[in-house]
Structures are given as structure tokens and as C-alpha cells.
């Protein structure tokens, strides 16, 4: 059981250049999430997804896109790339049955925008 | 967007020492959740309270959920070096789905 998995683990990107972040999890867990992460600062939601096919909008949405077309896999899309999204990205997932239930956290993807 | 605010925002103790920290918001939670995160690690759960004044112990850990529902504790008692870390706080509101708010941080840094 793998948990969370999370590719890359490092990129630099230029300014403009886009790239899609991996997630994938083994829990058969319904609800998935990405945040990010900025230097002394928590974990900001990005976007969120409550199953395959349902995804929503979080805090800090924009430059960033996703899908969920499986219960394992919820890929984050940055298509312009710019330097504010330098940052470290964490994706997540619960099972939940309608309360709140133990997110399970991947390594992250350190990206770096330049 | 709400953040939770922490304090301290760092801390540097010697081994064996106890360690306190807190969480406090402007708006009220139905869930105190906290979380540690290793160096290049994604967050771990350590501690979940539900109710309000509750207290939950987890080892050398113990947590508490404050009574106004506004603000939550975390003690560590006699750290040892694998207690270095960054320490966070999540808030979670009934109706919010699965939607934590976390906190700023708490860093924590042992002298052996």
C-alpha cells in the first residue's frame, strides 16, 4: 500500500511553460485535494475533489486546472506558468462517510518558476 | 481566505524540555485537527478533537480543543530530536465537506 503518491518531486519551469503534476493514491479514497505550500505560510487548497468525474474550486484556484477521471489518479494542470507559483505542492485524499475523516498527505512537488 | 494563526512561529528547546504551542482563530471550528511535517515530508496526523474542551492524548503528545471553539493547544512532553518539525493546525467547520483551514506553522527545533 503506497498511500499517496506524488511526481515529480522537484521541477524548475520557465515563465510560460506548462506542466501537469501527478497524483496518484491506492486508498480507494473518494475525496482528493491539492494545496500548496508557500515559505512560512500553512497549506492553501487549491482545488478539491469529491469523486471520480466531481471536482471544485478551492482558496487559491487560478493558473491551475484539474480532472479526476478516476478514483486513483487526480493530475494538477499549471498552463502558464508563472514565478507566484513557485511553491511547494501537496496533494492529499480521505475516505470520508460525512464527517470529517484523516487526510493521508503525498511528499510533495517542489516547483520553481523562473 | 481565513488562516489559523500559530504561535510561536518557531521555537528551538533543549532535549527533554516540554513544548507548548497554540492555534487561535477569529471564527469558531467543529474540529481542531494537528499535523506534523518532517522535512520534505507532506503532513502526518498526529492529534483529532471533536468536541469542545476536549482533551486527547497521543503518547508524549496531548492536545486541546478550547472551549470558545476558537483556539486549540498542543503540549509535547520531554522532546526528544525526532520532535524537530513544523507543527500545524487545521480547523475543520460542520457543512464544509472534508475542507480543512490550516495553520501558519509552528517550527520546532531541538538542541540535543
Known amino acids: 500500500n503506497a498511500g499517496v503518491t506524488q511526481t515529480p518531486k522537484f521541477r524548475i519551469l520557465k515563465i510560460g511553460q506548462s506542466m501537469t503534476l501527478q497524483c496518484t493514491q491506492d486508498?480507494?479514497?473518494?475525496?482528493m485535494y491539492w494545496y500548496r505550500q508557500d515559505p512560512g505560510m500553512g497549506l492553501k487548497l487549491i482545488y478539491y475533489?469529491?469523486?471520480?468525474?466531481?471536482?471544485d474550486k478551492g482558496e487559491v484556484p487560478n493558473g491551475y486546472n484539474v480532472s479526476r477521471s478516476t478514483t486513483e489518479d487526480f493530475p494538477l494542470r499549471l498552463e502558464l506558468a508563472a514565478p507566484s507559483q513557485t511553491s511547494v505542492y501537496f496533494c492529499?485524499?480521505?475516505?470520508?462517510?460525512?464527517?470529517?475523516?484523516?487526510?493521508?498527505f503525498g511528499p510533495g512537488t517542489r516547483l520553481t518558476v523562473l | 481566505g481565513q488562516q489559523l494563526n500559530q504561535s510561536p512561529q518557531s521555537m528551538f528547546i533543549q532535549e527533554g524540555e516540554d513544548v507548548s504551542m497554540n492555534c487561535t482563530s477569529s471564527?469558531?471550528?467543529?474540529?481542531w485537527l494537528w499535523y506534523k511535517q518532517d522535512p520534505g515530508e507532506g503532513p502526518v496526523l498526529l492529534i483529532a478533537?471533536?468536541?469542545?474542551?476536549e482533551l486527547t492524548s497521543n503518547g508524549r503528545l496531548t492536545a486541546q480543543f478550547g472551549i470558545t471553539r476558537k483556539d486549540s493547544f498542543l503540549n509535547i512532553s520531554a522532546s526528544i530530536p525526532s520532535d524537530v518539525g513544523i507543527y500545524f493546525c487545521?480547523?475543520?467547520?460542520?457543512?464544509?465537506?472534508?475542507?480543512?483551514?490550516f495553520g501558519t506553522g509552528t517550527q520546532l527545533k531541538v538542541e540535543l
Open positions: 478533537l471533536y468536541k469542545a474542551g
Open positions: 486508498m480507494n479514497h473518494n475525496y
Open positions: 487545521a480547523g475543520h467547520r460542520t457543512g464544509g465537506g472534508n475542507k480543512l483551514t
Open positions: 471564527s469558531i471550528f467543529n474540529t
Open positions: 475533489s469529491v469523486g471520480a468525474g466531481i471536482t
Open positions: 492529499a485524499s480521505s475516505r470520508t462517510s460525512g464527517s470529517i475523516d484523516e487526510q493521508f
